[in-house]
Structures are given as C-alpha cells and as structure tokens.
C-alpha cells in the first residue's frame, strides 16, 4: 500500500539518518492526515452488508485501489483492519501511520515478501481479522488487479468487498498512482460493493476472477 520508493535491502530502514527520517515525516504524516480528516464531511453508500458482517464479527477482505489510501485509512481507523504493506522505505512510513490510526499491519507486496504475505493475511481472515489490499500497490500500474486478495479469498473462503473513495474537493498527488487527498472541509465519499466470493478450487482457478474485480472496482471510484 504504498507508494514507489527506493528499494531498501532489509525490512525496515537502516542506519540512524534513515530511522530519523522515517520518525519523524511518520508522525507528521499522521499529524497531517488527523488535522485533514478532522474537518471532512464523510457519506458512506451501500454499506449495510460491510457493516453486518463487522457486526457479527466475520473477516473479510476489503480491496481498494492504491491511490484511494488516504480517505480509506481515515474513514475506516479504529477497526483493527490488518492493510498488506509493502517492505519499501514509504511502507515503513505509511505502517507507522496507520498504525497510529488504530490498524493491525501485514509487510509484504508482490516484488517483497510476497508469498509469506499472503500466508500472513490468510492466517489473519483464519484469525477473524479482515485484511486489506490495495491491488494495483505498491508500485502500479495504476488500475491494474494484482491477484493477490483473490488469493486469499481462495483459500480462505471469506467474500472479498471492494471500496471506492472520491472527495467534492480534493489535490491529486504527481505519483504513478495520483493518490487522492481531499481537501480541508471536504464531502468524502466512500462506495461499498456487496460481498464478492472468490468460486475457485485453486489458486490458478482465482486468478481469473481479475478482470471481473478490476471492473467493480473502476465502477465504484471516480477516479479516471
């Protein structure tokens, strides 16, 4: 779930330089985004069947598309979600962020620690917890349905709900992935889909279902 950044060679930064920087742009991420999110306006559509199965305390997993992280992350702070992040410089920031945001996390992508990421977010779900993916992340191309969540969704049995953000008024970031960040005093806008199962024997069989969810998730965001 984060965005491209250099590739460092162990999990978390190394050397003290590296740690400071990573404290310190964290805690004034994390500052910006509470004071930001303090001031919007939140509407949430169709999300009675996301909202029944928290009630009855049943994981899930929940996609959304990577540039939609900051209005997802602070709409829904506060669950104990478990967010696959990636290993990269810009994941150990964004963990410490959300985090801070009340969330669980799960390390890892599609170039870094792949599988035992998706082993972690399995045993997650087994755990009733419902992870997170962000399934074009971390490093694009942008829209595209990595078929990580399917996966899990596989081999777990759980439904997968896709969400989509949009905002009456926002910036959009010059990265790959033109992430959304409303501005103050903004409508946030999150679109819920009904629980989507993954009907596959195998994990090659789950794969397919790419196209179908990347479709869902283009008609829930307003983001071209």
Known sequence: MTSPA?????????????????????VLGGLV???????????????????????????FIIVFWHGE??????????????PLISRHADGEIIA?????????TVR?????????????????VSEGITVGFTPDGPRGPRHVFAPGALIVAQRTGRP???????????????????????KPFATVT?????????????????IREQARFETLLGTLSDQP
């Open 108 to 124: 890892g992508s599609s170039s870094r620690g792949g599988v035992r990421a998706l082993l972690e977010a399995a045993q997650r």
């Open 160 to 182: 997968i709900v896709a969400l989509g953000a949009s905002a009456s008024r926002s910036w959009h970031l010059k990265s790959w992935d033109r992430h959304l960040v409303p």
């Open 6 to 26: 250099r590739a460092l060679p162990d999990e978390k930064p190394s050397g003290f330089g590296r740690r400071l920087r990573v404290a310190a742009i964290s």
């Open 96 to 104: 410490r962020i959300v985090e801070g945001l009340g969330y669980r």
């Open 69 to 82: 992280i900051v209005p997802v992350a602070w709409v829904h702070r506060g669950r104990g979600f478990a």
């Open 33 to 59: 985004l509470r004071l930001l999110g303090s001031t919007w306006r939140i509407r949430r559509e169709n999300s009675e069947a996301f909202d029944a199965m928290l009630a009855r305390k049943e994981p």
């Open 190 to 206: 999150i679109r819920y889909s009904e629980p989507q199962f993954v009907l596959a024997d195998q994990a090659r069989d789950a």
